[in-house]
């Protein structure tokens, strides 16, 4: 408990360093929780979620970092590897690949690769999965662009 | 205006890249290290407790213990985490128990490392290592230096298998004793050839051996000089030294039990530097 707090600490105060340096990624730290997180990521370029502003929500555990924390999208995304309704995400490291190397801001950056490399054969999302195993990547494009646009992107854009 | 942004950035950076190479904190807790210590195959750095933690929830997943750990920062697989690193000594925490149980130093070999903490010539006068050269004893062979040769480097390095330093050591020890070059050593003299013979030796021996390396060749010579096996030659030691003996627990004087066991036998680190001091 009081090493996830301490450990916690030290990558708020990094977070508050880097912001200048990784302009993809906003990391919040709940105001009244260091356990509760929100971030903003950018959906990377020549992909469909290009122009699109994702909000992760992370749930750290009291063991973290030995365990990894759980981090779900709260905008809507189609995405294989993203599930349509609740937002939780298929990534190993998220999983059995976890590493307490691995900090908050990083995990931002897998999610990020993750967006930009989906991988269809484990999906969460069987559709979108569908669509590029069948090796119809128009179509998957299409419709991921098209909830890029719906949800991720500010209406006025 | 852009240039401060620059400088910015450029600051950032460089203390990002501190915290990646992870010199100045544990990758686990993001803090300054506490009590550093080392994986034994990539050499990444950790607080004990962290990485420690991290083995036990990564043993914690399996069914029967690892032997082995990913590490946190590289996926290298370790067997142990090595800590305490403080002047020559330092200690081993295996991921595996067993697997450390795989090689402990038995109380033969942990006697014979007591020895080379005892101060050097206590034997001369039971066995006599100039007579054994000046005699010319050397040119007999002798059958159990392989099975001592064995013993003795594995107490000295702590490590089971260690037949090819062994077979190493023993070659030059043979060369340096039993070629035939025997016209030519014949015209030696028995100082020379002790000489030579140590010169080869511990030349062989001290990338191993390091710091122990000149006691080592003084041992191997007692023990040549003794003509005996080594069952004999032990109690001939032990008898001198007044210790228990590696199997019977005698009934030694208690002040030179204290004194000399003091000394755990930790591992040696062998660097360039500690052959120097000794």
Known sequence: MQASRARLFKEYKEVQREKAVDPDIQLVCDESNIFKWT???????????????????????????????????LTKIFHPNVHFKTGEICLDILKNAWS??????????????LMAHPEPDSPLNCDSGNLLRSGDVRGYQSMARMYTRLAAMSKKG | ???????????????????????????????????????????????????????????????????????????????????????SSFQRHYVNKDFEDSFILSRAHRYRLQCYYTDQGLLDDIFNISQYWRSRKYTQPNCWLESWLRREIQALIQEKDVDIIMHHILGVVKAALWTRKEQKSHMNSPEKK????????????????AAKTDRFVYEIQLFLASGMNIEAYDAVYIQRLGWSSPGINTEVSHSALVDRTTVIPYLYIFDGDSDENE
């Open chain 1, 39 to 73: 971030a903003l990521v950018k959906g990377p370029s020549e992909t469909p979620y290009e122009g699109g502003v994702f909000q992760l929500a992370f749930s750290v555990p009291e063991q973290y970092p030995l365990q990894p924390p759980q981090v779900r999208f």
């Open chain 2, 194 to 209: 002790q000489e030579e013979f140590k010169m080869s030796v511990s030349e062989a021996a001290r990338r191993f051996l």
């Open chain 1, 100 to 113: 307490p190397a691995w900090t908050l801001q990083s995990v931002c950056r897998a999610i990020i690769a």
């Open chain 2, 1 to 87: 205006m852009e240039d401060d942004a620059a400088i910015g950035v450029s600051d950032h950076v460089s203390s990002e890249s501190n915290l990646e190479d992870s010199s100045c904190c544990c990758p686990i807790c993001l803090g300054p290290f506490i009590q550093l210590s080392y994986l034994d195959k990539c050499f990444h750095k950790f607080c004990f407790n962290c990485i420690l933690r991290w083995t036990n929830v990564v043993a914690g997943k399996h069914r029967s213990l690892p032997s082995s750990v990913k590490c946190p920062l590289c996926k290298t697989e370790n067997v142990s985490i090595v800590y305490g690193g403080e002047g």
